[in-house]
């Protein structure tokens, strides 16, 4: 380490204005960042954010499709091996209808998310898109489905897909195999990622923070990834673990390093549609309107049916899993204008 005199405040000010760090300075400010560190670096974000999309907040409405996932993934509530799981998967004609409410209630990007479940085939999946496509020219479709083949990706983005999330959970290839079996690939995820921004899709990545076996250098390669890959979307959000996985009894992830993490992706990438994830609020109560507050613009409200939203269990205590679409949109509007944020209609779209 050669910058030792170099201070955060000092690479925090670098990040603002060059909008990226080296290797070394991104390990310094990570593994000595304070608690004056986190709320200088959030106040900087939020200006950020603020001159660039103003006082809106953009709404993503996630209909959770099918709990069925072909993987094994150690963290995931949702993995094969979870025999206690009461699995279900919703009709094309459920999907659309849970979008149909979603519209009348001012969402207008719908993000279709499941496990990697195979009974959902590249034809469907086209299907549903350009059936939602055709209802509501004037919204988003985001997809969140997992790993495909190029091909797969290429057909969902012509039927009409905007967006695609795919969290890359790590960039470290040692750690992503402490995560994960090894019949999953992590130069397969990486093979995804880039086949996704080079179809045009709004592409959206992300790491788990706090997750088992992560250290410092772990985060400091997610970071370095990032810089490079320009995701139009980030998706952080703290560990949290689920009681039926490998993974049961391992800590919860740090709300701090989660809240920092969201501000220094807004100073790194200034236009990143950043959420404040769901995760957020079930660590900490007003978790979400911190994760506004430090910099993210995106909510993403469930409009699942109540009867199945039990059963998508990332991890343990997940939060409105029993109000309704309705409800869900109300609390998060209010939520918003208490710390003088604006819920929008919007697609809310990347500001290239």
Known sequence: MKETNITNKTLIDKLENEHSLSHDEWFLLLDSFTDEDRLYTAEKARAIADKIYGKDVFIRGIVEFSNICKQDCYYCGLRC????????????????????????????????????????????????VTRLKKDYPDCAVT???????????????????????????TANEEHYGKLHPATMSWKNRMRCLDDLKALGYQTGCGIMIGSPGQTTECIVDDMLYMQEFKPEMIGLGPFLPHSDTPFKDEPKGSYEMTLFLISLCRLMLPNVLLPATTALGTIKPNGREQGILAGANVIMPNLSPVKVRDKYMLYDNKICTGDTSSECRGCIEKRMEFIGYNVVISRGDHKS
């Open 143 to 169: 997809l969140s489905i997992g790993e495909k083949s190029y091909e797969d990706y290429e057909a969902f983005r012509k039927a009409g897909a905007d967006r695609y999330l795919l969290r890359h959970e």
């Open 81 to 128: 091996g979870n025999a206690k799981l009461e699995r279900y998967r919703l009709s094309e004609e459920d999907i659309l209808n849970c979008c149909e409410d979603g519209y009348k209630y001012g969402f207008r990007t719908f993000v279709l998310q499941s496990g990697e479940d195979p009974f959902y085939d590249t034809e469907m999946i086209c299907r549903i």
